[in-house]
């Protein structure tokens, strides 16, 4: 028997998860960075900034299902998803620059006006960028093995993508000679992401192919609302981001939580202190996390995407309240080298509970889209992935708000010395660090045992239908 030819080769998942990571970059540098900019830069409060982030955020969220919808609208020849993401990408990062050029202002009513403005416009730029290269994944191969492999390639990148600040802004204050991170510090590395993100996407655009097409599809708002409450596996994926949202507040405040646990730390011969420490609570997260998003893949398939999750999330659960516990009898901030070990053995446990977090939606949401041409003979890719980045979007808003806010009521200030920091300080800042990710990672479970998709005979339904395509595609 011939040997059937595959559509999506893995040069081509590389080529999309190479895009992924760049347009993550550019995310996981304001997520990062924002609220500390402002405050070391700009002056702003901090609880201030949680309020404004929040509610930019939820602002911004409303233009997800127009984004959506146009995308649906469009007739390109190319395809449905790749000439919004060429359209975009430029834009994208020319705004995430902007989010980081220091300004004189003369009232704190101009400042906050700014603030404000500015997030907004950047999340719904963000997002024209963000949904179709999303969505991406569900026209590149008609085959799910297919579109599961390119997914966990994907997760992989992504989660990198999101903490590459934590490596570019130190070695840009190592360049610039700079102890601390400056205005100039803010800029040339917001820049660096930038240029790097388009070049990145170009490699995307350069390497892949939308393979499944479909007619234009034209909703109203009202009837986008109807596709969240009546498609129930979308629904699912939208609850298990909301109640899952808080798996994000270590992005949000890690600078924060770095500058609670340590006061300065020499690795080979570079000392790091102050908004530079990020890098030192990835050491131990990244093996984890690299390890988990490299094997979630294989475990779904061995599995399935609902079990595999379930097992993840009472691992995360039960780790992350037990090494909370651990940390607040175990942590000496007199005793560096002992702490040291103590928080690296943390990161190494707790971050092993996220690699489905970002694999499992996007599989879903595939197999989601994929469940609604098979039943209904409509394809609505640019809804269906807008509602996805509408969730991530709501979650992101939130756990920044939770993030920003448990350090406000912390009592901790970013001029503060380590020396001032007291026991109740860091141990507040790490609950929303540690302990508040595992408890959502928990509430996340509620939502997937409802999910039926992955049921054998659904499955089989599905892979019928698409291996149909499939012949098609390929005669």
Request: aromatic share 10%; hydrophobic share 50%.
């Amino acid at each position: 028997m011939e040997k059937q030819q595959k559509t999506l080769t893995f040069g081509k998942m590389l080529s999309y998860g190479i895009g992924i990571f760049g347009i993550q970059m550019l995310i996981g540098m304001l997520n990062t960075y924002q609220s500390q900019f402002y405050t070391s830069v700009f002056g702003a409060e901090l609880t201030k900034c949680a309020l404004i982030i929040l509610l930019a955020k939820i602002i911004s969220s409303f233009a997800d299902p127009v984004i959506g919808n146009i995308i649906d609208s469009a007739n390109f020849k190319s395809g449905k998803m790749k000439p919004f993401v060429a359209m975009s990408i430029i834009p994208f990062a020319i705004m995430t620059m902007v989010m980081f050029v220091a300004f004189d202002f003369k009232s704190d009513t101009a400042k906050y006006a700014y603030i404000t403005l500015t997030t907004i416009l950047w999340n719904v730029v963000m997002s024209f960028a963000e949904i179709p290269s999303q969505g991406m994944l569900a026209v590149l191969s008609p085959s799910s093995d297919e579109k599961s492999s390119a997914a966990g390639i994907s997760n992989m990148l992504k989660s990198v993508g999101l903490v590459a600040c934590n490596a570019v802004v130190p070695v840009v204050c190592i360049l610039t000679d700079s102890a601390v991170i400056t205005k100039k510090e803010y800029l040339i590395s917001s820049c660096v992401l930038g240029v790097a993100a388009i070049l990145f996407v170009g490699i995307m655009l350069k390497g892949t192919k939308e393979v499944i097409k479909s007619e234009p599809q034209k909703m109203s708002i009202k009837s986008m609302f109807l596709e969240l409450k009546n498609n129930k596996p979308l629904l699912i994926i939208f609850l298990i981001n909301m109640m899952g949202f808080g798996r994000n507040i270590a992005v949000t405040i890690g600078v924060q939580a770095s500058a609670v646990l340590f006061d300065e730390v020499t690795l080979f011969g570079i000392t790091l202190s102050g908004e530079n420490l990020p890098i030192i609570l990835g050491v131990g997260a990244m093996a984890t996390s690299t390890l988990s998003i490299a094997t979630i893949p294989v475990v779904a398939k061995k599995i399935g995407t609902k079990k595999s999750f379930m097992i993840y999330g009472i691992y995360g659960f039960v780790v992350s309240v037990a090494s909370y516990i651990f940390f607040v009898f175990s942590y000496d901030a007199g005793n560096a080298s002992k702490s040291f070990w103590v928080i690296f053995i943390i990161q190494f446990l707790t971050n092993f509970m996220f690699g489905p977090h970002g694999y499992a939606p996007l599989v879903m949401l595939s197999d989601a889209v994929d469940y609604k041409e098979m039943t209904t003979g409509k394809r609505t890719e640019g809804v269906q992935y807008s509602v996805l980045v509408l969730s991530i979007k709501l979650a992101n808003a939130l756990s920044v708000a939770l993030g920003i806010f448990m350090v406000g009521i912390s009592g901790y200030v970013g001029t503060m010395s380590f020396a001032d920091v007291t026991s109740g300080m860091r141990n507040t800042i790490m609950a929303a660090y540690w302990l508040f990710p595992g408890i959502c990672v928990g509430l996340s479970m509620i939502p997937m045992l409802f999910y039926k998709l992955d049921r054998p005979d659904i499955q089989a339904q599905l892979k019928e239908f698409m291996a149909n395509r499939e012949q098609k595609i390929n005669k």
